[in-house]
């Protein structure tokens, strides 16, 4: 996670660089006008392109646990941005409502996980005898989910959070689920559907 947020924090660097280099090198330089603002455009549209296009209609967010407020039923979220010309709010205050589901994704056993992945590629390797468009065998995640309420949560945990509207813009909203990771501040623990690691070693 670290290494993630330093590289971001690198390419926001570069290019806020570029923008301000090419600014104060033309005012130094006693070149001004419409034609430099132009230019200056055009170098923030390229900058642009070498990030991905900022969702208009967000109902997702992940983030680190900065605050629980237990008693008032709400956490607060930092998200990171992965695009420097993403102006959504990078701070936001998570209501836990009376119908939101809490989950904690707690690791499996080595052994278990282990046997399940197993099993997987036993699956797989069946899966040329079957019919054709007979369901896909299912791999198994390192994770299993619990459920949790937000006594659970704690600051410094990486969380997953869902909502039932478009929040692009809101530094508030309730959750539909939230998922927290397994492990102590600074964890990364894996929402469901996010990509299978490899097994763990055979004993």
Do not use: H
């Amino acid at each position: 996670m670290e290494q993630k947020n330093s590289l971001v924090a690198i390419i926001i660097t570069l290019v806020i660089g570029l923008i301000v280099g090419f600014a104060l090198g033309r005012g130094l330089g006693g070149v001004g006008g419409f034609g430099d603002t132009q230019k200056l455009q055009q170098q923030v549209e390229q900058a642009k392109k070498l990030f991905p296009p900022v969702a208009t209609d967000v109902r997702s967010m992940s983030g680190t646990v900065k605050e629980v407020k237990e008693k008032q039923g709400v956490i607060v979220v930092e998200t990171i941005a992965v695009n420097p010309f993403d102006d959504t709010p990078r701070v936001r205050t998570v209501t836990i409502a009376s119908d939101t589901k809490i989950i904690r994704n707690e690791q499996k056993d080595p052994a278990a996980y282990q046997k399940e992945f197993i099993d997987f590629q036993k699956a797989v390797q069946a899966q040329a005898s079957k019919p054709a468009g007979s369901a896909p065998a299912k791999p198994p995640m390192p994770f299993r989910e619990v459920a949790a309420t937000i006594s659970d949560i704690m600051v410094g945990q990486q969380v997953f959070v869902t909502a039932d509207q478009n929040i692009r813009d809101k530094t508030s909203f309730d959750a539909k689920t939230l998922i927290v990771s397994s492990s102590g501040p600074g964890g990364a623990g894996l929402p469901a559907g996010t990509a299978l690691p490899p097994p763990p070693p055979s004993r």
